[in-house]
């Protein structure tokens, strides 16, 4: 990764306290951009985290700051905008990362559980992405949504998946109508990746304890891909979700897990 790519732009990754979203704040530091860095509420551990990830990239000599905002709200997505403005005057990169929704079967949501899935994770994105227009216009920048593979394959507790394939369609359709504007618009669709979200939901999902460590991704694995989308040698790549998954998703059926492969070896000799 080229340590100065970045330098002089300026980054708002949503979600960024811990998991996914703090490996591509740290990331696209390291590529010498300044962050902002977002959680949703006030106090408590996530506003913790956050000061911790502002710390990280200020030791890599770059400029960080927290802003506390839930996306949900457009008065809140707004002050987190102006807040971006202000500090920096121009905003370079946006990445669409922040996430919200029980695990539960789509059958059994309460209605203000349906009403939040659809707040945060879509009408959220889109507050973001309005807001941020006239700066994002200015620098002619990048939006960059993060998705998952419950937004194309079944999970039985994942009702977040659909707000994810609904993102995926935005992804598309704003690379088409941001165009004029010189903004590029794409998403990547990560595989199983072990943050705190995989820890809840494999209570949920027997069949990811038994998948290979070598078919997991790492948070790390899925900045990298990031900070190469928004460089200069992504840009004929627009209006693309690539999926980063280490090959996960290409076969339907596969043979006995290695480590099955290799008792099954052990007792033959």
């Known amino acids: 990764m080229e340590k100065d790519l970045f ?6 990754v949503t979600g960024s306290s811990r998991g996914i ?12 951009a300044d962050l902002v860095i977002n959680h949703s509420k ?21 400029k960080a700051f927290v802003v506390q ?5 457009k008065s809140s997505v707004r002050e ?13 990169f946006l990445v669409l990362n922040a996430a919200k929704a029980p695990f539960k079967p789509i059958e059994k949501l309460l209605e203000r559980e349906m009403r939040q899935l659809v707040e945060t994770n879509f009408m959220g994105n889109i507050f973001c992405i309005q807001e941020a227009l006239h700066l994002l216009g200015a620098a002619e920048g990048k939006i960059l949504f993060i998705s998952s593979l419950g937004s194309r394959f079944y999970n039985p507790a994942y009702p977040l998946g659909s707000m994810k394939a609904a993102m995926e369609a935005v992804v598309r359709d704003c690379a088409e109508s941001l165009a004029p504007r010189k903004i590029s618009v794409n998403g990547i669709c990560g595989g199983v990746v072990k943050t705190d979200s995989f820890k809840v939901l494999r209570q949920h999902m027997e ?30 790549i627009r209006g693309q979700t690539i999926v980063v998954d280490n090959g996960l998703s290409n076969r339907l059926y596969r043979p006995a897990w290695a480590g099955e492969q290799k008792s099954r070896k052990g007792v033959d000799s």
């Open 80 to 92: 987190m905008i102006e807040a971006v403005s202000g500090r920096y005057g121009r905003l370079d």
């Open 207 to 236: 069949e990811l304890e038994h998948i290979p460590e070598e078919l997991c991704v790492s948070p790390d694995a899925i900045a990298d891909v990031a900070v190469f989308l928004c460089g200069p040698a992504a840009r004929g």
């Open 21 to 32: 979203g703090r490996a591509i704040a740290l990331g696209f530091a390291r590529a010498g």
């Open 7 to 12: 330098t002089g732009k300026a980054a708002l």
């Open 69 to 73: 905002a839930d996306i949900g709200l």
């Open 42 to 62: 006030a106090g408590g551990s996530s506003q913790k985290k956050a000061e911790e990830v502002c710390r990280e990239i200020e030791g890599l000599g770059r």
